[in-house]
Nanobody, 115 residues
Framework: QVQLVESGGGLVQAGGSLRLACGAS????????MAWYRQSPGKQRELVAI???????NYADSVKGRFTISRDNAKNTVYLQMNSLKPEDTAVYYC?????????WGQGTQVTVSS
C-alpha cells in the first residue's frame, strides 16, 4: 500500500512563500496522478493542483500563476511551491495519490498566511 506524509507547512506573512513536500512510500505503484487539496474550517475540500503521470499539470483558478506542482521521482516526492501567498490560502493542505487500485491521502499540513 501507499503512505503519504506532508511537510513544509507553517506560518507565513502575506506575499511570502512556502514549499510543501509529500513523500510517498510504495513506489512500486504507478500513480495515475498526484494532487494537492486544501480545506479550510467550514469549507469543502478543494483541488488545488494536479500532476498527471504524463507530466501535465492543472491548477485551480485561485492559485494559477502563484503555485507550482512538481515531482522528484528519485525521492518519491511531490512538491507544491506556493508564492505570493494570500490570507485566503490559509488551510490544511493534503496530498493525494491515485493508483489503479485506490486513492491515498496524507494527514495534512497546516498553512497559515497572516495579513
Amino acid at each position: 500500500q501507499v503512505q503519504l506524509v506532508e511537510s513544509g507547512g507553517g506560518l507565513v506573512q502575506a506575499g511570502g512563500s512556502l514549499r510543501l513536500a509529500c513523500g510517498a512510500s510504495g513506489s512500486a505503484f504507478r500513480f495515475n496522478f498526484m494532487a494537492w487539496y486544501r480545506q479550510s474550517p467550514g469549507k469543502q475540500r478543494e483541488l488545488v493542483a494536479i500532476l498527471a503521470s504524463d507530466g501535465s499539470t492543472n491548477y485551480a483558478d485561485s492559485v494559477k500563476g502563484r503555485f507550482t506542482i512538481s515531482r522528484d521521482n528519485a525521492k518519491n516526492t511531490v512538491y507544491l511551491q506556493m508564492n505570493s501567498l494570500k490570507p485566503e490560502d490559509t488551510a490544511v493542505y493534503y496530498c493525494k495519490a491515485r493508483t489503479r487500485l485506490d486513492d491515498y491521502w496524507g494527514q495534512g499540513t497546516q498553512v497559515t498566511v497572516s495579513s
